[in-house]
């Protein structure tokens, strides 16, 4: 759902203008044979009321260098000429220097030549000859034929900027330019994909490959096609919606009147910084660079010390160091004493690990850093030391992240270290008038403007958000992207508690509705804890801070919580196709690839938690009821963090409960031994015996000699008889070479002892091939 996921850049604008100013002194028509020339005094091809324009808009008026134009439609009238549509080109920089013309031709429409007279963009006109071109007042330029039919028109050719009365048909996106000025393509895509979904993802350039996604609509049916969205439409009063192919609308946005000014009414995502995963791609800023949100939620990029700009014209892309660290000549060229650390706080770079030392302390984290010729930066924690390697990717700050940070660089030698890049102070300014890029005519006296622009990003649906939080009772001290939800607002949203969807270790889980614009709704799942808080208040919001924090994409997303005396509830995202217990353990067993899938999925998202350097999280436990599946069968792990939450510190070595659930924990919370992220390893390989096998951990039916499963998956690994684990499953057996590698595994998982247990990266490693399984030991020898 749009609510779940962080997503970012598309804005809308309202903009209020007296349109009733000029006096229309033509029709909006353009024959054949007219011509432009830019740079010339020339004037454009004007709509019937004058508020757009066809023709050469000269890019950076104050300074430009390099004196180019750009063939688009912009809005006229507002001072800025606001440019709604341009001669996009995937490959190539639509600017035109001086002296380029565009001739309205009849076999091709538009023709843009250089000032040498050869092309460089055109109109793509399959049949027909063109009679007529026509600037609308819509501000859409249509090209017609001499029996009237629609050749071409910049409608059907969106840009960057979608004005009211324009649709996206699947398969059409909105591509960002570069920068305010640079109408180069830049990273960011919002497109409605063949399948009916919408999405808002970075894409690699030039090759375009795109990264997982900031926003899915969710709008794509895969049971039945009917529910799937076909056209993004921004209707004339600015409400923009997916149309279903059942004409059912989902709603995205709500027009309404402008004050004036350009204003934004809706933006994605929370949080553009953070990481969203799939292991790809730098994030929203480039390579080495850090992502900070201002406070209109926006990004800025900015270099670390000892790092500058890739490119000094794109202040969103990558840093460079500027020194060189070298594992050249087997370390030789690498002198150590040239190295120094600067320290910053509130930064991490959550995908770049390639190292990680406990218990260190802070000099010992540094020195083994500054002896080591791949590392470029190191994260400490606690006793958590991790090394990042270059390039960092998905940098950020924020102010939770408690961890320091030490960057090196290097302060002697030839090069010196560059100063840190403040923020730029003319940013927001600059940023203020990106805004206004784009526009739109609403009704006759407001504008809408649908703009997309690198590096624009903003808070999910950024003015009613804030007013929930300053709403909220009790909020006051808890800095968070969390919604603080009252009691009664949850009662109201659950109906009364009304829909029981599950009933967890901590409390009873309930379906429920709430609003995430004045015009949508997400369905959420409410969970009522149940326990007795040992720590105090202080203590709940901290721990739900830090589950809030917590974004992967094989994880349940914690949208936000009720704190009102004894009422503690925590708000989920609702996933559609329940919990994996039900999908195992139901009639139809579920097919060996999809259940191999789940596996790798579950195995990535307790790694995240366990290695995610700001904070670990021992999950304590994971069980088939634990884990959900989404919309497309996707494992998602739940109430993580609960267990922190809700009981004693972690780190005490005598329990006083046993935390997680029989047939699942790991041997060592019944003995005197410290409870360690191994525990979710021993759950794991019970877990994944399960998935082997499609039945539970503990089943007395079964016989005794079955009844429980890690004994009996033993028996038959040690006696060659995997089948038996697997019976009746063809695509099991056929794959029995995958089946022994999954028993392998589960049985390193189950090891009594902890140390022999791998730990999750370990253990992703084997399922996923890249390191080799060894010959598993008895899982208990001691226990005959
Ligand atoms: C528009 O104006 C042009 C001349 O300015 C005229 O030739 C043409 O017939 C007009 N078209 C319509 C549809 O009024
Ligand atoms: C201009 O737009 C209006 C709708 O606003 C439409 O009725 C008209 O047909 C359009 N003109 C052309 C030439 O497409
Ligand atoms: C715009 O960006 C492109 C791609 O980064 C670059 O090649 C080009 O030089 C830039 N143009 C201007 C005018 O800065
Ligand atoms: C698909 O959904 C529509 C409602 O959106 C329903 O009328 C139709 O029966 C469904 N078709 C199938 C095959 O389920
Ligand atoms: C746009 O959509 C809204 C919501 O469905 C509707 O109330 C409004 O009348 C529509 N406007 C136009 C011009 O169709
Ligand atoms: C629009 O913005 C300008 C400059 O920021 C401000 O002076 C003016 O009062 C604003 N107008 C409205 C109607 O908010």
Same mark, same amino acid.
């Given at each position: ?19 009733? *100013? ?6 909006? +028509? ?37 004196? &180019? ?44 030549? %250089? ?22 007042? +819509? ?27 324009? @649709? ?69 009063? $600015? !409400? @923009? ?46 390579? #080495? ?58 930064? %991490? ?32 924690? %606690? ?12 940098? @950020? ?84 992207? &969390? ?74 997303? *914690? ?16 996933? #559609?196709? $329940? ?13 060996? #690839? ?13 790694? !995240? &938690? ?22 497309? !069968? ?10 922190? &939450? ?63 499963? +890690? ?8 006696? $060659? ?38 730990? @999750? ?24």
């Amino acid at each position: 759902m749009a609510s779940a996921k962080s997503y970012s850049i598309f804005l809308l604008f309202l903009l209020p203008y007296d349109l009733h *100013l000029a006096t229309a002194q033509n029709n909006g +028509t353009v024959p054949v044979g007219a011509t432009l020339t830019a740079g010339t005094d020339s004037s454009p091809w004007l709509s019937p009321s004058g508020d757009f324009a066809f023709g050469f808009h000269q890019l950076d008026e104050e300074n430009n260098i390099n004196d &180019l134009f750009l063939l688009s439609i912009f809005y006229n009238k507002i001072p800025e000429k606001t440019v709604v549509w341009y001669t996009d080109n995937k490959d190539q920089n639509p600017a035109v220097p001086r002296g380029s013309q565009v001739k309205l031709t009849a076999d091709q429409g538009i023709v843009l030549n %250089d000032p040498q007279g050869k092309q460089v963009w055109g109109s793509k006109i399959d049949i027909g000859a063109v009679a007529v071109g026509h600037m609308n007042d +819509t501000g859409n330029f249509v090209l017609v034929s001499s029996s009237t039919n629609r050749l071409w028109d910049s409608f059907s050719n969106p840009t960057d900027t979608l004005l009211p009365g324009q @649709m996206m048909e699947t398969e059409q996106g909105l591509f960002c330019r570069k920068s305010e000025t640079n109408f180069s393509r830049g990273r960011f895509q919002f497109r409605l994909l063949k399948k009916g979904n919408l999405v808002l993802n970075i894409a690699n350039l030039p090759t375009d490959l795109a990264y997982d996604a900031y926003y899915s609509s969710g709008t794509y049916d895969s049971t039945n096609s009917s529910n799937s969205g076909y056209q993004v439409m921004l209707n004339e009063s $600015g !409400y @923009m919606y997916i149309l279903r192919r059942n004409s059912q609308r989902f709603d995205l946005t709500k027009g309404r009147n402008g004050n004036g000014n350009w204003s934004v009414v809706w933006s994605e995502p929370e949080n553009i910084c953070v990481n969203i995963g799939g292991g790809l791609g730098s994030g929203a800023c480039g390579y #080495n660079s850090i992502c900070t949100l201002d406070s209109d939620r926006r990004p800025m990029c900015a270099c670390p010390k000892g790092y500058s700009l890739l490119d000094e014209n794109d202040r969103y892309g990558s840093c460079k160091p500027d020194f060189e660290l070298s594992c050249w000549g087997g370390g030789q060229g690498y002198n150590k004493e040239l190295f120094d650390f600067h320290e910053v706080k509130n930064i %991490d770079w959550s995908q770049s690990d390639y190292e990680r030392f406990k218990p260190y302390n802070e000099v010992q984290c540094k020195n083994s850093c500054l002896s080591d010729c791949f590392c470029a930066a190191v994260i400490f924690e %606690d006793d958590s030391c991790c090394f990042k390697k270059l390039p960092l990717s998905n940098g @950020m700050t924020d102010s939770r992240i408690t961890s320091k940070a030490f960057i090196k660089y290097k302060n002697k030698g030839d090069d010196p270290p560059s100063v840190p890049r403040p923020p730029d102070p003319d940013d927001k300014k600059k940023r203020k008038m990106m805004n206004a890029t784009g526009s739109v005519l609403l009704g006759s006296s407001v504008f809408v403007n649908f703009a997309m622009v690198c590096g624009v990003g903003l808070g999910f649906f950024f003015i009613y958000k804030k007013k929930w939080i300053r709403n909220s009772p009790g909020d006051g001290t808890v800095e968070t992207n &969390l919604r603080c939800f009252s009691y009664k607002a949850l009662e109201e949203a659950t109906d009364n508690f009304k829909e029981e969807v599950g009933r967890g270790s901590f409390g009873i889980v309930y379906k429920g509705v709430i609003e995430t614009t004045r015009t949508s709704t997400t369905a959420v799942a409410v969970k009522k804890l149940d326990r007795v808080f040992q720590d105090g208040e202080k203590e709940f919001k901290n721990e739900v801070v830090v589950i809030g924090q917590t974004h992967h994409k094989n994880l349940v997303r *914690l949208l936000g919580f009720c704190d009102e005396g004894q009422n503690r509830l925590l708000v989920y995202e609702f996933l #559609n196709n $329940g919990t994996l217990a039900s999908f195992l353990f139901g009639n139809l067993k579920p097919s060996w #690839n999809l259940r191999t899938n789940i596996a790798f999925q579950i195995a990535r998202g307790l790694l !995240y &938690l366990h290695e995610d350097c700001s904070s670990q999280i021992i999950h304590c436990d994971i069980k088939p009821q634990n884990i959900l599946l989404d919309d497309h !069968y996707n494992a998602r792990i739940s109430d993580f963090g609960l267990a922190k &939450l809700l009981t004693l510190n972690q780190s005490k070595t005598i329990k006083t409960a046993i935390r997680g659930t029989k047939g699942y924990v790991a041997p060592e919370w019944y003995r005197k031994s410290t409870i360690t992220a191994k525990v979710d390893v021993y759950s794991f390989g019970v877990l994944l015996l399960e998935i082997i096998s499609c039945r539970k951990s503990f089943d007395i039916e079964m016989g005794e000699e079955y009844a429980i499963l +890690t004994d009996w998956a033993f028996d038959c690994y040690r006696n $060659g008889k995997l089948d038996d684990l697997v019976e009746g499953d063809m695509e099991a057996m056929n794959d029995i070479k995958c089946v022994e590698k999954l028993v392998m595994v589960s049985i390193w998982c189950i090891q009594e002892d902890p140390s022999l247990r791998p730990t @999750m990266r370990k253990v992703s490693q084997m399922l996923e091939g890249v390191v080799e399984v060894d010959v598993p030991p008895n899982p208990s020898p001691f226990s005959g």
